[in-house]
């Protein structure tokens, strides 16, 4: 019997030795990640102008105009003063795609809206 109470006394201090020096190890690396997590403010640098560029598209006049009809209708309806945050991306066609696929897109959409 007292060996039995032996091992479960070793045992109980061992896993509370080994617990305290998890802890004390997990807070010394929390203090070293802290101080060489912090980083001097560094000053934001004004932005330079961007030259406008012509390019060429393979896309319609007519297409390109009803783009832009609907980007300034979009900046008129939400009061947007400057349309300097809207990034304009080209039109991706997908593949066509099963009624299943499109009706689950379908079902997608409406919930968010």
């Given at each position: ?44 640098e ?21 783009i ?46």
């Amino acid at each position: 019997m007292s060996d039995s109470l032996l091992q479960t006394l070793i045992g109980f201090v061992v896993v509370n030795i080994g617990m305290i020096l998890l802890t004390g190890i997990i807070m010394l690396f929390s203090k070293v990640m802290a101080k060489s997590g912090k980083k001097e403010i560094q000053a934001i640098e004004e932005e330079k102008p961007v030259e406008h560029v012509l390019t060429v598209s393979n896309q319609s006049e007519e297409v390109i105009a009803a783009i832009m009809a609907c980007v300034q209708a979009y900046i008129q309806q939400n009061g947007i003063k400057s349309a300097c945050n809207i990034v304009i991306r080209p039109a991706v066609r997908t593949s066509v795609s099963a009624a299943w696929s499109n009706a689950g897109r379908m079902e997608n959409v409406s919930r968010r809206v």
